[in-house]
């Protein structure tokens, strides 16, 4: 089973309320571990490895650097987690590095003879711990405060990411509702690297609210049933997660469609 996470954009007082409702529930498992964490986010004047859906990560832990490359993948609502990271010394890029040879080789022909420079940069205070349900369920709750930075720009963030670890992928929901009973939750639709584009950009980390129409879905005949029956859903989930955001901060009326849109790629 592929590790999966949620992402919820969160502010403040959000922060207090949820570790508040953790410790009351007896949800967590030891103590809570805080961390700094600056991300350096890596491309060509042009933007070439954005364009072809691709970031290079550079991570500074304590005093270890890593490098992680992520590829264009699936909405961001319930989504694989990072993938592992390699050695970075000096916080320098290591393409050579990069153990899968194919996302290697279209890094060579993207970049092709560039050099790579930052776009932008995120400096995290990240705070963890280990939530457990009753069940067996047992998933990272892992809290992000700091800001991102991008062009001599900078914005605030903060988001909670709860990372399954063991047990059922549903469990997440259902540590989901124990945390936020109340609801009023907004996913974290965009990764760090996307908003820090969008920084640089429009000097916003968050794109300009409106309705979302459904968009096709490009099925593989290779696919089975449930990958494609997957890729739909992942759609339709995509689209009502904006437009709840539209709804709730647009003042005209909005009226929302929901349809299935989707085509085979031969």
């Given at each position: 089973?592929?590790?999966?996470?949620?992402?919820?954009?969160?502010?403040?007082?959000?922060?207090?309320?949820?570790?508040?409702?953790?410790?009351?529930?007896?949800?967590?498992?030891?103590?809570?571990?805080?961390?700094?964490?600056?991300?350096?986010?890596?491309?060509?004047?042009?933007?070439?490895?954005?364009?072809?859906?691709?970031?290079?990560?550079?991570?500074?832990?304590?005093?270890?650097?890593?490098?992680?490359?992520?590829?264009?993948?699936?909405?961001?609502?319930?989504?694989?987690?990072?993938?592992?990271?390699?050695?970075?010394?000096?916080?320098?890029?290591?393409?050579?590095?990069?153990?899968?040879?194919?996302?290697?080789?279209?890094?060579?022909?993207?970049?092709?003879?560039?050099?790579?420079?930052?776009?932008?940069?995120?400096?995290?205070?990240?705070?963890?711990?280990?939530?457990?349900?009753?069940?067996?369920?047992?998933?990272?709750?892992?809290?992000?405060?700091?800001?991102?930075?991008?062009?001599?720009?900078?914005?605030?963030?903060?988001?909670?990411?709860?990372?399954?670890?063991?047990?059922?992928?549903?469990?997440?929901?259902?540590?989901?509702?124990?945390?936020?009973?109340?609801?009023?939750?907004?996913?974290?639709?965009?990764?760090?690297?996307?908003?820090?584009?969008?920084?640089?950009?429009?000097?916003e980390i968050e794109p300009p609210v409106t309705p979302r129409n459904a968009?096709?879905?490009?099925?593989?005949?290779?696919?089975?049933?449930?990958?494609?029956?997957?890729?739909?859903?992942?759609?339709?989930?995509?689209?009502?997660?904006?437009?709840?955001?539209?709804?709730?901060?647009?003042?005209?009326?909005?009226?929302?469609?929901?349809?299935?849109?989707?085509?085979?790629?031969?």
């Amino acid at each position: 089973m592929s590790e999966i996470e949620l992402k919820f954009a969160i502010d403040e007082s959000t922060v207090g309320r949820l570790w508040e409702r953790a410790r009351k529930l007896r949800l967590t498992k030891g103590g809570r571990r805080t961390r700094k964490l600056r991300s350096i986010y890596l491309d060509t004047p042009e933007h070439a490895l954005k364009s072809a859906g691709i970031a290079i990560r550079l991570r500074r832990d304590g005093r270890r650097w890593t490098q992680t490359v992520k590829t264009r993948a699936a909405p961001q609502d319930l989504s694989p987690v990072d993938p592992p990271g390699v050695p970075a010394p000096g916080g320098r890029p290591q393409i050579n590095a990069i153990p899968d040879p194919a996302v290697r080789d279209e890094i060579v022909r993207q970049v092709n003879g560039s050099t790579l420079q930052a776009v932008c940069e995120t400096v995290i205070k990240r705070t963890a711990t280990e939530i457990s349900l009753g069940d067996g369920t047992r998933a990272a709750l892992a809290v992000d405060d700091g800001e991102i930075r991008a062009n001599g720009r900078s914005a605030p963030w903060r988001e909670a990411e709860i990372e399954l670890i063991e047990g059922r992928p549903g469990g997440l929901f259902d540590i989901v509702q124990a945390l936020f009973p109340d609801g009023a939750l907004r996913f974290s639709r965009l990764s760090k690297a996307a908003r820090g584009y969008l920084l640089a950009e429009t000097g916003e980390i968050e794109p300009p609210v409106t309705p979302r129409n459904a968009r096709s879905v490009a099925l593989d005949p290779a696919q089975t049933a449930e990958q494609a029956a997957r890729d739909v859903v992942r759609e339709c989930f995509d689209q009502v997660a904006a437009n709840v955001v539209a709804v709730q901060n647009l003042d005209k009326p909005t009226v929302l469609f929901l349809e299935l849109s989707f085509e085979y790629s031969s």
